[in-house]
């Protein structure tokens, strides 16, 4: 499938985003792994999320749906060996997540993924989880998916994560869950901490100290994992788009609401303000396990900014439409620090430059990074790729609205992975008097 994207210059409006993907997953998990009854509001209905939903129903959970709102029954700890492979489908979170889980258990499962995932390295989470006593083979080329994990009796470790990863973190606290004695994570610099926070809101002591986070395990014990009934926030993953489209719309005011404001995922707003826009977070719900608030940003002419170090994990889904934002702002915007984004859904680096050049912005390619120069003016009749990767249909679909004439973008199923309404929300936050601001198509010419 493919999108065109008729130029536009406006955007406003109030919007809700749909559920946090990272939170979505983690409640599925755990809440399959609780003794007991769990409902989860909100529950983002993607791809990645339904798919990590369907595999902890192949693993015994029992699950009911209603739309958004899922209820499941844990298994009180023990998963049953499923009896076919488990599909990921895209989903990097989905699979090193339960790659965690599934090392505590007493079976051998087989997980499978798409052509992107089954590309992407799973030697990261491999090696801590042998090293913690699961035997694994990595099936596929070079250290990737198909994954065969045999679960065992795991014995804690402390593991300092060579790479700033919550999927590499959150496999080795979840496979500490089973395991004797303490496990530790130490991690380069602060990745998102929704593990951490979902253990504590169930009842799972976690110890943070500085970079360092560490649980006790119940090896051979029942591990306390208390159901309950849970709240997503909004995606600030997904809100992202909005922002940053306002961002770069001088007189643009967009609010979106009920978005998750947990501070590791939300430095997109501190370089965006620093870029020149107005941005107002204002939190209303900090009972929750997650603060959930809304968001409203005023857009402007903005400036490049310097974007490295401990900022790069706290927002590195958002790096694509950083660089949306370089391309319109004035002066250089440089990313660095940021090489892990070559080993996401696609080599975001290289995905985002050859779209960017396609669109007539001056954009230099760094092994970590990219420097871009701006203010560009952006190309329209041409056709884009998304490769497959969601996240650079939809941030190549925001700065398509700054084109001289539509934009076409190839490959766009992959949407439906995180964001299935992106188009409608585009439509509805664009929209002048055209009923229909962008075109579906179902071929390949503009
Ligand atoms: C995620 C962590 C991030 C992010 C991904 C979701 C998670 O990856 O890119 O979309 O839910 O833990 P890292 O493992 O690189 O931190």
């Given at each position: 499938?493919?999108?065109?994207?008729?130029?536009?210059?406006k955007i406003?409006?109030?919007i809700e985003?749909?559920?946090?993907?990272?939170?979505?997953?983690?409640?599925?998990?755990?809440?399959?792994?609780?003794?007991?009854?769990?409902?989860?509001?909100?529950f983002?209905?993607?791809?990645?999320?339904?798919?990590?939903?369907?595999?902890?129903?192949?693993l015994?959970?029992?699950?009911?749906?209603?739309d958004?709102?899922?209820?499941i029954?844990?298994?009180?700890?023990?998963?049953?060996?499923?009896?076919?492979?488990?599909?990921m489908?895209?989903?990097?979170?989905?699979?090193?997540?339960l790659?965690?889980?599934l090392?505590?258990q007493?079976?051998?499962?087989t997980?499978?993924?798409d052509?992107?995932?089954?590309?992407?390295?799973m030697?990261?989470?491999?090696?801590?989880?042998?090293?913690?006593?699961?035997k694994?083979?990595?099936?596929?080329?070079?250290?990737?998916?198909?994954?065969?994990?045999t679960?065992?009796?795991?014995?804690?470790?402390t593991?300092?994560?060579?790479?700033?990863?919550?999927?590499?973190k959150s496999?080795?606290?979840?496979?500490?869950?089973?395991?004797?004695?303490?496990?530790?994570?130490?991690?380069p610099?602060?990745?998102?901490?929704?593990?951490?926070q979902?253990?504590?809101?169930?009842?799972?002591?976690?110890r943070?100290?500085?970079?360092?986070?560490?649980?006790?395990?119940?090896?051979?014990?029942?591990?306390?994992?208390t159901?309950?009934?849970?709240?997503v926030?909004?995606?600030?993953?997904?809100?992202?788009f909005?922002?940053?489209?306002?961002?770069?719309r001088?007189?643009?005011?967009?609010?979106?609401?009920?978005?998750?404001?947990?501070?590791?995922?939300?430095?997109?707003?501190?370089?965006l303000?620093?870029?020149?826009?107005?941005?107002?977070?204002?939190?209303h719900?900090?009972?929750?396990c997650?603060?959930?608030?809304?968001?409203t940003?005023?857009?402007?002419?903005?400036s490049g900014?310097e974007?490295?170090?401990?900022e790069?994990p706290?927002?590195?889904?958002?790096?694509?439409?950083?660089?949306?934002?370089?391309?319109?702002?004035?002066?250089?915007?440089?990313?660095?620090d940021?090489?892990?984004?070559?080993?996401?859904?696609?080599?975001?680096?290289?995905t985002?430059?050859?779209?960017?050049?396609k669109?007539?912005?001056?954009?230099?390619?760094?092994?970590?990074?990219m420097?871009?120069?701006?203010?560009?003016?952006?190309n329209?009749?041409?056709?884009?790729?998304?490769?497959?990767?969601?996240?650079?249909?939809?941030?190549?679909?925001?700065?398509?609205?700054?084109?001289?004439?539509?934009?076409?973008?190839n490959?766009?199923?992959?949407?439906?992975?995180?964001?299935?309404?992106?188009?409608?929300?585009?439509?509805?936050?664009?929209q002048t008097?055209?009923?229909?601001?962008?075109?579906?198509?179902?071929?390949?010419?503009?």
């Amino acid at each position: 499938m493919s999108i065109t994207i008729t130029p536009s210059k406006k955007i406003n409006g109030i919007i809700e985003v749909p559920g946090d993907k990272s939170i979505s997953h983690r409640l599925a998990m755990l809440c399959a792994l609780a003794n007991g009854t769990s409902e989860i509001n909100n529950f983002l209905c993607s791809e990645d999320c339904l798919n990590t939903l369907h595999a902890v129903e192949k693993l015994g959970a029992k699950i009911k749906q209603q739309d958004k709102h899922i209820t499941i029954t844990g298994t009180g700890g023990k998963f049953t060996q499923p009896s076919r492979y488990l599909d990921m489908g895209n989903s990097g979170t989905g699979m090193r997540l339960l790659c965690g889980l599934l090392a505590g258990q007493g079976f051998s499962a087989t997980l499978i993924g798409d052509e992107s995932l089954s590309s992407r390295p799973m030697k990261r989470i491999s090696s801590p989880l042998e090293l913690m006593g699961a035997k694994i083979e990595l099936t596929g080329d070079r250290g990737c998916a198909p994954i065969k994990i045999t679960g065992g009796i795991l014995n804690g470790i402390t593991y300092s994560l060579p790479m700033a990863s919550a999927q590499v973190k959150s496999a080795i606290l979840l496979a500490g869950l089973f395991a004797k004695g303490t496990t530790e994570v130490i991690e380069p610099k602060e990745t998102r901490d929704h593990t951490e926070q979902i253990f504590k809101a169930m009842g799972i002591p976690v110890r943070i100290d500085g970079l360092s986070v560490s649980i006790i395990g119940y090896a051979g014990g029942s591990i306390p994992l208390t159901p309950g009934n849970w709240q997503v926030p909004g995606d600030f993953s997904s809100a992202a788009f909005w922002i940053t489209a306002a961002a770069c719309r001088k007189g643009a005011t967009v609010t979106i609401k009920n978005v998750g404001l947990n501070k590791r995922r939300t430095a997109l707003v501190d370089v965006l303000r620093r870029m020149g826009t107005d941005i107002e977070c204002i939190p209303h719900d900090t009972d929750n396990c997650e603060p959930i608030g809304n968001i409203t940003v005023k857009g402007n002419q903005l400036s490049g900014t310097e974007i490295s170090g401990n900022e790069i994990p706290n927002l590195i889904d958002e790096l694509p439409l950083v660089a949306v934002a370089g391309a319109l702002a004035t002066g250089k915007t440089i990313i660095s620090d940021a090489a892990e984004l070559r080993v996401k859904e696609t080599d975001r680096i290289a995905t985002v430059a050859t779209n960017l050049k396609k669109l007539g912005v001056a954009v230099e390619e760094k092994a970590d990074g990219m420097i871009i120069t701006g203010p560009n003016k952006i190309n329209g009749n041409i056709t884009l790729d998304s490769y497959g990767d969601h996240r650079i249909a939809m941030a190549m679909a925001v700065l398509s609205q700054h084109a001289n004439a539509p934009v076409q973008i190839n490959n766009t199923d992959c949407i439906a992975t995180s964001y299935p309404d992106f188009e409608k929300d585009l439509i509805s936050l664009t929209q002048t008097n055209r009923s229909n601001q962008s075109d579906r198509t179902d071929n390949n010419s503009l």
